[in-house]
Structure formats: C-alpha cells, structure tokens
C-alpha cells in the first residue's frame, strides 16, 4: 500500500518520487546505455560488472547520456497527493525514458517507436518507470578531446543543459594518451568552464574501475 505524503518534488521526472512506498512495490534502477563501453572487445563492461555485484540495471537505447536512474512503480498503486500540483505532475507518467529529452527528428521518430513498444512492455510487466532527476555523460580524456574538436561537445551541452533533467553529470575518466591532440591543461579548462558556466557537475577519475566504483 502507498502511503500518500504532501511534500514539494522539484522534479517532474520523477512525480512519485515524495511519496512512501513499501520496498515491495518499488526498486531503483540503474539504465545504461547500449553503447556505452570499455573498448570494442568487452562492448557490455558496467552492465556486466553492475549485474555481478546485484545491482539492478537494464541496457537500453538512451537518446542523451551514457547513465540514468529510474524509479520503477507498479502500476497497480494509486499516487494522490493533497496539493493540486502534486496530483497533476504525478498523473504525467513517463513510459519511456526519452519522452522528458528533447530530440532530433530521427531520434524522436525512434522514440516513437520505442514509446509504442514501451507501452506494450509495461501493460505485461504491470510497472511503470520514472525518469529521476540524475543523469551522467562519461568521457575519457581522449573523448572530451575529440568532441571539442569536432564540435560535438558543445552540441551535447546544450542537449544535456535542456534535457529536462536538474542533476547534469559530467564523469571526465583518465588523463590524455600519447596522441591526443589538445593538451591537458586545455582539457582541464574546458572542465572548469562547464561546471562553472552551465553548472553542471564536473567528476574527474583517474580509471575506469574507479568510474564504476562512483556510479554503484
């Protein structure tokens, strides 16, 4: 049984996240995205690991970042809230983990079709999922360096910066390699003014395995 509580929720990715829930009802967890990858020989590196260590966690298709959280509900609970807006903003379900991240036409023409298949999943499953307000972008080094290059970099902070999600966290992973071409120093800068300037959370750490060790 949900126990209803009047408490402000900032966010409207996540409409149920004030109320009280039994643990039975609800469960954290943890999405990754397909993509995301130690190297092209082990293409399922934190899926895996997050998997080994009992973490609740899901591979799929995210339009924008590399990590999202959701909150997963059964659909079978009613949400009721003493404040009007509560109600509102808790009768805004998100299906499908795309529908609060603004997209291009063609990904928003694949959300679509991710959103109809979506729907169908949850009437079997009988849970509905919420998109919390963290989501986290994973850069080496020699990555950041290459987007700033090309201009992806930008691009991509503008998406994350409107995406619709408070919590914007950048994971800078490693030091540059041998043949990067922009200098560390540079990097660092460009850190720095992201945090500064569009407020996201900088994280820098040393390795990989540390990058897990952070995201558990």
């Known amino acids: 049984e949900i126990k209803p509580k009047s408490q402000k929720n900032k ?3 996540a409409p149920a996240a004030g109320g009280i829930y039994d643990s039975e009802d609800v469960e954290i967890v ?17 899926y895996d ?15 924008l970042g590399d990590f999202i959280w959701i909150l997963r ?21 998100i299906l499908t983990l795309t529908s609060k991240m603004k997209m291009s036409g063609e990904e928003e023409s694949e959300a679509q079709e991710d959103q109809e298949s979506n729907e169908e999943t949850q009437k ?34 503008f998406r994350l910066k409107n995406c619709g999600i408070n919590n914007v966290i950048y994971l800078v992973e490693g030091t540059p390699g041998q043949y990067c071409k922009i200098p560390e120093a540079v ?8 945090q500064i300037f569009h407020g996201f959370n900088v994280m820098r750490i040393p390795t990989i395995q540390e990058s897990l060790k952070w995201l558990t």
């Open 124 to 157: 079997d499953t009988g849970f509905t999922d919420y998109v919390l307000d963290f989501i986290v972008e994973r850069k080496t080094a020699d990555d950041l360096a290459a987007s700033i290059m090309d201009g992806r970099y930008e691009e991509q902070k």
């Open 49 to 63: 690991r997050f998997k080994a260590s009992g973490i609740k966690t899901e591979l799929r298709s995210l339009p």
């Open 11 to 13: 966010s409207a990715n």
């Open 73 to 93: 509900i059964k659909n079978n609970q009613d949400i009721f809230y003493d404040e009007p807006d509560q109600n509102e903003l808790a009768e805004k379900t």
């Open 30 to 46: 943890l999405i990754v995205d397909n993509r995301e990858k130690r190297n092209n020989q082990d293409i399922n590196y934190f």
């Open 187 to 194: 990097l660092k800068k460009a850190s720095i003014h992201t």
